[in-house]
């Protein structure tokens, strides 16, 4: 996709999950859209629109996409991507010329035709405490020294740093940990969106549904639009009535939400086995650009490239290569927003040496463990170090 194009005024969306309604927001203001794709029949047969916009599914629009070539912005989440990669190519469309994925488009476009730093989703900590000890839990939780502890003053100067060298975020994802132990969520979530709410589409909480909410969190989350995405871990440890409750009161508030079913996960390696995955600087920067993690997170005033790498470096701080230090940008500069984005779209000459350590969640890694497996007290945790 020609990204220097200031002429580009009309799009394609391709996907109307959670990503697509966080990035739709910022591109109806900039693009003229004339339909969305998705293949979900419930749109199709009840002529499903989004702000005016209709929702078709592939078959129907075929036709539409093989007689003219649009710009298709795919807005999946993971390797949901590469089915939709290869269906558009099928119809001789071409990655990064007539498609691309909703991350890389809002982050180049944007910038080269408006200077402004545009990024999709960002992913926010605000504890590394959890109710769960899941063996191979993204962040390393169990393997983590949970006596070390940040300050709200920390937090929130963190946030703060991060909105002050960006123009807008989609997608802000409230983590842990577990976000419900936190016991002043309200005054972080509320600090957000009365200083930065014009810089980010929505606030998402991401909960284990272990805890179940409080009256006023839910009151709070229906006040400001808050997604709140429950991960179903109910196949190992049973809390089946929990989340019934959960969902329950979710309702009785009119609190948005989701249910995503964790049955299965990649088993990444790392801190566990001892790997090296790329044997060249190229093969390392491919295997970065593959991983489906890149969800970058911001944590005590720096930016990881996903919550793996900040896991390492919370386990060692020697795991403290190629981390952004959001304290030494420069508020509003031009040069610190290119430094952030070229970070966030992983644009770094020798790469993110950590990935050399973990197999990531790319397609090339095919070993699958179940999701939610805990960690017992008497199982022997090995952590790979340094080199």
């Known amino acids: ?65 093989q007689e003219k070539k649009y710009k298709v912005v795919v807005a999946v989440s ?28 809002m982050s180049q476009w944007y910038w080269i035709n408006r200077s402004e730093c545009v990024i999709s989703r960002i992913s926010l900590p605000i504890t590394l405490k959890c109710t769960l000890n899941c063996k191979h839990c993204n962040t390393l939780v169990p393997y983590l020294d949970r006596s070390r502890v940040y300050t709200d003053d920390e937090l929130k100067e963190t946030i703060k740093m991060f909105f002050d060298c960006i123009d ?8 842990g940990g577990e976000p419900l132990l936190k016991k002043n969520l309200i005054e972080i979530l509320s600090f957000i969106q009365v200083n930065f709410h014009e810089k980010f589409s929505r606030l998402h909480i991401i909960s284990n ?8 969190l839910l009151q709070f989350a229906n006040q400001n639009n808050i997604l709140i995405r429950l991960s179903d871990y109910s196949h190992e440890i049973g809390n089946y009535d929990r989340i019934k409750k959960i969902i329950d009161k979710l309702k ?28 060249s600087r190229e093969n ?41 230090e959001l304290d030494r940008l420069i508020v509003n500069s031009t040069e610190s927003k290119k430094k952030l984005l070229d970070y966030y779209n992983g644009n770094l000459p020798k790469g993110i040496r950590f990935c050399q350590l973990c197999r990531g ?15 017992k007290r ?6 790979r170090k340094p080199s």
Not at 81 to 103: C, H, T, V
Not at 168 to 175: A, K, M, N
Not at 261 to 274: N, Y
Request: proline letters at 3%; charged letters at 25%.
């Open 378 to 383: 008497n199982d022997e945790i090995k952590i």
């Open 1 to 65: 996709m020609d990204f220097t194009n200031n002429d580009t005024e009309k799009l394609i969306i391709y996907g109307f999950g959670r990503v697509a309604r966080c990035c739709l927001p910022k591109l109806i203001q900039d693009f003229q859209i004339d339909f969305i794709i998705d293949n979900n029949s419930k749109y199709e047969k009840n002529d499903t629109r989004y702000n005016g916009i209709p929702i078709q599914s592939f078959m129907s629009v075929k036709h539409k996409l």
């Open 252 to 279: 009785a508030f009119k609190v948005d939400y989701i249910v995503n079913k964790h049955e299965q996960w990649f088993d990444m390696g790392f801190p566990r086995e001892t790997l090296r995955i790329a044997d």
């Open 78 to 105: 993971g390797n949901s991507y590469y089915p939709i990669k290869k269906q558009l190519e099928s119809i001789g469309y071409r990655e990064s010329i007539d498609f691309e994925n909703a991350k890389n488009f």
């Open 361 to 375: 969640v790319g397609p090339k890694n095919n070993k699958i463990v179940t999701g939610g497996v805990q960690l």
């Open 168 to 175: 807008y975020v989609s997608t802000v994802l409230i983590v």
């Open 284 to 324: 390392l920067i491919r295997h970065m650009t593959e991983c489906n993690a890149m969800c970058q997170v911001i944590y005590n005033k720096k930016m990881f490239f996903c919550a793996t790498q900040l896991g390492a470096f919370e386990i060692n701080r020697a795991y403290n290569k190629d981390i952004l």
């Open 209 to 216: 549904c272990t805890i179940i909410p409080k009256d006023d």
